[in-house]
């Protein structure tokens, strides 16, 4: 795979972009690739500019923001031969974590240079939920409740956001989920149905991020591989300051007799007579009262 023409997706008001820094890596990208630069107007910008490059013929899609904006173009990008490459630009930037790629924008580009020059392009593996593909997790219950609740916040600097990220979390948890009865039904590749208060389907270990520590929801997780599913059958207050310690370290919930947990899945189906929140790599997906869950394999390429 050759890259020559190269489209920069740029979401100016993503926590850590900043112009100077967009300067750095638009010259020097230019040294090397035919390139155009496009900013997101708004939600949803990214999908269509992506959608458009491969309308294009571009060889290669990089954006530099966070997973939102990324999910944004994976979706106009997966099943086509235009690659993606990513720069982190958001508060989390999980996918960029998960492949490798440093964590500072300027050092991320050059390592991007240097992999699209030797032409390193990798298929990955997609999850896709409701028509949505996603890269890094799906969540169907306490995490998308806690998305969805600081998106209504919409903290603008990354230290805001991880006060606030943890404040929803915390509220949901507490106030929303804990004490509540188990009103979903899920299946894992056609198996037995069970009861379920919320259920996350990571990519990734870690499955998030608070500041610079790793949230092990999913801990045997990997791009490599299929759909780790954690489903959630009843959760206590007084078990919820073990759990969270374990989430940021032993990940020794997955065992808890309240929990289950399912590694290299390719099919999730959970149903609900109440609507309950999804959200993919970050984004709210609404309110749904069934949802369908695939591994899509070899979906996009990477340059990784």
């Not at 390193?120 to 890094?136: I, P």
């Not at 956001?161 to 943890?166: I, N, P, Q």
């Not at 990734?204 to 790793?214: E, L, S």
């Not at 309110?287 to 899509?296: D, G, M, S, T, V």
Request: hydrophobic residues 45%.
């Amino acid at each position: 795979m050759r890259f020559h023409r190269l489209l920069l997706i740029v979401n100016p008001v993503a926590r850590t972009v900043s112009r100077p820094t967009l300067a750095v890596i638009e010259k020097a990208l230019s040294a090397d690739f035919r390139l155009e630069v496009a900013e997101t107007k708004q939600r949803g910008h990214a999908r269509e500019l992506a959608a458009q490059a491969v309308a294009d013929e571009m060889d290669l899609v990089v954006v530099f923001s966070g997973d939102g904006t990324i999910n944004e173009a994976v979706n106009a990008l997966a099943g086509t031969k235009t690659a993606l490459g990513v720069i982190p630009g958001g508060a989390t930037n999980i996918l960029v974590r998960a492949l490798g790629i440093p964590i500072d924008p300027v050092e991320a580009t050059g390592v991007l240079i240097g992999r699209a020059l030797d032409d390193e392009a990798r298929s990955l593996h997609l999850g896709l939920a409701d028509g949505h593909f996603f890269a890094v997790n799906c969540g169907a219950g306490v995490d998308a409740a806690a998305m969805r609740r600081l998106d209504t916040k919409f903290p603008e600097t990354k230290s805001r956001y991880d006060r606030v990220a943890l404040r929803s979390v915390a509220w949901e948890v507490l106030a929303g989920y804990a004490g509540k009865a188990a009103d979903m039904e899920l299946v894992v590749d056609g198996g037995e149905p069970e009861r379920s208060l919320s259920v996350m389907v990571g990519r990734t270990d870690p499955y998030t991020y608070f500041k610079d520590r790793g949230i092990r929801i999913t801990p045997q997780a990997s791009l490599g591989t299929g759909l780790d599913v954690l489903s959630l059958h009843k959760l206590n207050r007084r078990s919820v300051p073990r759990i969270a310690l374990q989430l940021f370290g032993s990940a020794r919930h997955v065992k808890g007799r309240d929990m289950s947990y399912v590694h290299d899945a390719s099919h999730v189906s959970i149903t609900s007579d109440t609507p309950f929140p999804v959200q993919v790599d970050g984004d709210s997906l609404g309110e749904h009262r069934k949802l369908e869950i695939q591994l899509a394999r070899e979906a996009l390429w990477v340059v990784a």
